[in-house]
């Protein structure tokens, strides 16, 4: 298998984008994405795209081809596939786009991400979410995200001594760095005690510990390494991928705490990399509640299970410490327009391993790994990413 | 890259299955296909899934997980991922499972192909499949697939004088076909009177034309074709894959009897095979209306644009004639459960390659091609497969 890199990234504003369509949002994505690889869409051999429902948001299915047609490709007839795993299809579109490239079957591939939510009411689209949950033994009992999430929050409180204010503190730091990102549906910044006396929406979470419903696109350009310099100054290294999966259901788990799909992901994709969590300078976590982002730092290996709380308090996940988490704003302030957070992840994480990222830059940052999850943790996908020498 | 062989194939019935959930029927056709590999499930190293649009069938996306869950394989945490290219889902997600094989990175990989579309009205399941079609140029003004292949068959009447009885053959032929095959949702003959004096549904296409909405699943294992000879005595050989896409609006293109998509993913196919189309003992092709199979087998090259209509009522595509099109029935009586169709495809390739296709065995075949298009084209999936020397 050949190594790859990723030479162009490009994204959105994510948020509230009525302006928008679902068409115009990947296009636009995949415009800056070729523009800043310097690549002409005519030189591409084929595009996976991730996004979890746009047959529902939307009432389009088939949006593969119909990225290569608006992108002005239809001419080229170049194979395009659609990824979903809920919230992780553009982490695993990324994934696919990868490994095409890996293996010598393509020299040039766009993966792309995109969903476009505000087209159908809050409620509709909790509803739509909730398809990524186990229908027959969740959904149809009337269960919902947050609620999942809440069981979740509450277990881990109880087993590890979790407290509110640790969650708190995960949604206070992503909106701080938020505020640093200009593509961010969220720039303001807010207080432990708005996050704890925020309406409650499942308890113990309430609406400030909940991702946004956000429309938007992203989109990246992957080649062989070895070619990468002939395009771009600064490629990226996609040193490795490791996806997992689940069960659907959380009653079916041994452990709601522990989301086994991510301790899969990540231990195939460090084994690949032969680094270990240590060797991270920073990452984007899947936060699309606050307890998430804590459950995902224990699973990564950044900190013992059950620590992630104490950790999170304590500074260790600020872009200034130990190892900066969703320094993007995460999902919580960034925004989650479901199918394009992972490649938003990697937009992010490219711009960072560059010295892109502006204010909220890593200093010497040399190594990142993204972390996207469908659903409850049913599906993961890990990679991590690096500055070639 | 490796060369690659499908060790083992199983399908649901197609059709009305009401007493059988959409979980239900993958593990079904995920285990048959298992025991016809002689492989254990928890030896699988990975899964690919189509199914177009679960979520507005059956309220649930994020399917892939759900397929690893219920076929008793969450404790391995193997990846999964779902592919949604409207009615090609399955053809394409066969394709990412080869080439998983093909690259080396995983030994034994299951592609599987599900829909579970009568839970909902038939005018609900056709607003739904219309989602493969542009939403805002053609669903939005009430277009549906019946009334956009009425414009394709009118058009190649004008064009090249292919009249109501060669559509008419086309059904007569597959109904035949679908009479010897015990997984098909219809087993009766018609004759071309009943087809041509059926209910219009889009004139020229009356009811008899059109292939019906059914349920039902397909898996096939896939794994090097060097290892083949250690789980099964007869394994097939994935001789070449090629894939294509065109716009979405069937407006846009130049010429509406003619489908790029499949050209360009059937030249890939026969460039990879090094073979020409006179090469191919039988095909499935996809007939969702009755013109889909006179393009298509023009598109292939199996017979000269426009003469498609001449050759199918001369019998040249009959299970006796020069090149047998759809021994299994076709999309028109072997049934439509759209995820599922392109595996089920691959089921009926991979048994008359093995001369295990009963009744409806063609003699002597040794090379086969599966075609399989997503909406009014604007994706499709070509696969060659033969018997290994």
Redesign the interface.
Known sequence: ?REVAVIGVGMTKFGEVWNK?L?DLFTEAGMKALINANVSGSKINAMYVGS??A??F?????I???V??YAGL?ET??????????CASGG?AFR?AC??V????YDLVVAGGVEKMTDISGGEATE?LA??????WE?FFGMTFPGLYALIATRHMHKYGTTPDQLAEVAVKNHANGCLNPNAHFRRKITAEQVLEATRVADPLGLLDCSPISDGAAAAVICPLKDAHKFVEKPIRVLASG???????LH?RADICTM??TR?AAKAAFAQAGIKPKDVDLAEVHDCFTIAEITAIEDLGFVEKGKGGKATEDGMTRLDGEIPINTSGGLKAKGHPVGATGIGQVVELVEQLRGEAGKRQVSGAKRALAHNI??SG??CVVHILEVPE
């Not at 007839?77 to 809920?86: D, G, K």
């Not at 890996?102 to 079957?105: H, I, Y």
């Not at 398809?131 to 027959?136: F, I, K, L």
């Not at 996806?243 to 259901?249: I, V």
């Open positions: 298998m369509s068409r979890m429902s047959g529902r939307v009432g389009q299915e088939h593969a081809p119909l290569v047609d239809a007839h170049i194979p395009a596939t659609r990824i979903e795993s809920a695993i696919e490994m095409t890996a293996s010598g079957m739509t398809t990524a949950a186990d229908q027959e959904g996806q997992g999966t689940d069960t659907l259901a079916e086994e799909a899969y469908g659903g049913a599906s």
